[in-house]
């Protein structure tokens, strides 16, 4: 008989921690910006959808008794504000209007722009110069002064500022459509197609807009981010929702008047808001390495 050779048991078993690990690995592809970003966003999504059955208090009751009631109080994880309402109450109501502030804008600005930049880019001659001199014109004031100006000529309101917000995000997105539609136009298929002698709609829904989804969909993540800010300074100023809806911005404008005996009351609506636009930065920085090949390899050449 032939004597079969054993096989090493190192070997024959491979290590089940460094098996499982690289399947954890290649399950989140290397992306944890991402899932850090996406926990976040989801998390107050959830929190928004469930806010009336798990808030421990009515967000509008006010308690002249409780003004400015410390964090960890007795009925108030997060303490009361100037008027002894329950501040994580309000946070989590105001979740509701935090996402609609931030996401209608975006979406509204990603489809205005981007019809008026894929039709600037794809016809080009006076069409483009036109669109381009009048999104000059609106880069050269800052974004928040511009917002300021539109929301105070339509006066105060959540429309008002949505409209603000819009109006002051169209140019971005149109640039990048235009920027993009004049680089594709320039791609042998899409020539190929022309003297195939396909429609102009057909050539841009079909051959161009695809190609677009990728940097539109990083940007708009990216934007929603900055909406949360924007959409928060506005409010501060008195020009979103007005009193006594549960606004994020309002709920930090309302807290100066305590910064000095509760400093809570201001503090926790401002980390509110940071955490909240840093998670859609994450999610939208996440998103680009996922879409963009030479991004992701180039972080993992730096790990």
């Given amino acids: 008989m032939t004597a079969t050779k054993a096989v090493p048991e190192a070997t024959a078993v491979p290590p089940v921690t460094a098996g499982l690990r690289e399947r954890l690995r290649a399950a989140r592809g290397g992306n944890t910006t991402a899932i850090i970003g996406g926990a976040v966003v989801a998390g107050t999504v959830l929190v928004a959808l469930l806010a009336p059955w798990i808030a421990p208090a009515d967000p509008l009751a006010t308690d002249p008794a409780a003004i400015g009631l410390a964090p960890f109080t007795d009925g108030h ?5 100037e008027v002894g309402r329950d501040i994580l109450s309000r946070l989590m109501h105001g979740s509701r209007l935090a996402l609609l ?3 209608v804008p975006t979406l509204l600005a990603l489809v205005i722009g981007g019809l008026l930049g894929l039709v ?20 050269s004031f800052p974004g928040i002064l511009l917002a300021l100006g539109i929301g105070v000529a339509l006066g105060p309101g959540l429309t008002s500022m949505v409209i603000a917000m819009v109006v002051v995000t169209v140019p971005e997105f149109g640039r990048i459509v235009r920027g993009s539609v004049v680089s594709l136009r320039q791609e042998q ?7 195939l002698g396909y429609r102009h709609r057909r050539i841009a829904l079909r051959h161009i807009v695809p190609n677009l989804l990728g940097p539109l969909v990083v940007f708009a993540t ?11 300074s506005l409010a501060f100023l008195g020009l979103g929702a007005q009193p006594p809806a549960p606004d994020w911005g309002q709920m930090l404008s309302g807290g100066r008047a305590l910064l000095v005996t509760s400093p809570h009351v201001a503090t926790v609506p401002g980390l509110v808001i940071v955490v909240l636009a840093i998670g859609f930065n994450l ?3 996440g998103v680009r390495d996922r879409l963009d090949p030479r991004s992701r390899t180039a972080r993992r050449g730096r790990s």
């Fill in 120 to 139: 600037s880019g794809y016809a080009g001659g006076w069409p483009d110069s036109v669109l381009m001199r009048v999104f000059d014109v609106m880069f």
């Fill in 222 to 232: 990216l934007q929603t981010g900055r909406n949360v800010i924007l959409g928060a």
């Fill in 283 to 285: 999610l939208g920085d």
């Fill in 77 to 81: 994880l997060l303490g009361t504000d």
């Fill in 189 to 195: 298929y899409v020539e190929a197609a022309a003297v």
């Fill in 101 to 103: 502030v931030a996401v």
